[in-house]
Nanobody
Framework: VQLQASGGGLVQAGGSLRLSCSTS????????IGWFRQAPGKEREYVVG????????YYADSVKGRFTISKDNAKNTVYLQMNSLKPEDTALYYC???????????????RGQGTQVTVSS
C-alpha cells in the first residue's frame, strides 16, 4: 500500500492549504483514507477520516469547522482542505489507510511519508 501526501508548505495564520493524498486504485477502493499529524514533541493525532464505530467522518475537536476531507474517485486522491490555520496546526501531516481505534487510540496499518505544514503567527 503506497500513499503519497503533498501540498504542505509555509502559510501565515488565518491562511489556507489543501493537502493531497494519492494512492493506487486498489488501495483507494479497499480503504477509506484519513489524515494524521504529528508535531515535534507531541503525540500523533488523528485529524480527520473514517470513524471506527460507524460510517461517519471523524474530525478531531481541534480542527472541527476548519478542516474538510474530500475525495476524487477519478483521480484516486483524497484531499484535506485546511482553512483558518493556526500556529498550533504546524505538524507533519500524513495520510493513512486501514485506520482503527484500539484501546482508545487511533492507529493505522498503512501510512505515507507525510508533508510538512508550518503556520507562522
Amino acid at each position: 500500500v503506497q500513499l503519497q501526501a503533498s501540498g504542505g508548505g509555509l502559510v501565515q495564520a488565518g491562511g489556507s492549504l489543501r493537502l493531497s493524498c494519492s494512492t493506487s486504485g486498489r488501495t483507494f477502493t479497499r480503504f477509506d483514507i484519513g489524515w494524521f499529524r504529528q508535531a515535534p514533541g507531541k503525540e500523533r493525532e488523528y485529524v480527520v477520516g473514517p470513524n471506527w464505530s460507524d460510517t461517519s467522518t471523524y474530525y478531531a475537536d481541534s480542527v472541527k469547522g476548519r478542516f474538510t476531507i474530500s475525495k476524487d474517485n477519478a483521480k484516486n486522491t483524497v484531499y484535506l482542505q485546511m482553512n483558518s490555520l493556526k500556529p498550533e496546526d504546524t505538524a507533519l501531516y500524513y495520510c493513512a489507510a486501514d485506520i482503527r481505534r484500539v484501546g482508545g487510540r487511533w492507529i493505522s496499518n498503512y501510512r505515507g511519508q507525510g508533508t510538512q505544514v508550518t503556520v507562522s503567527s
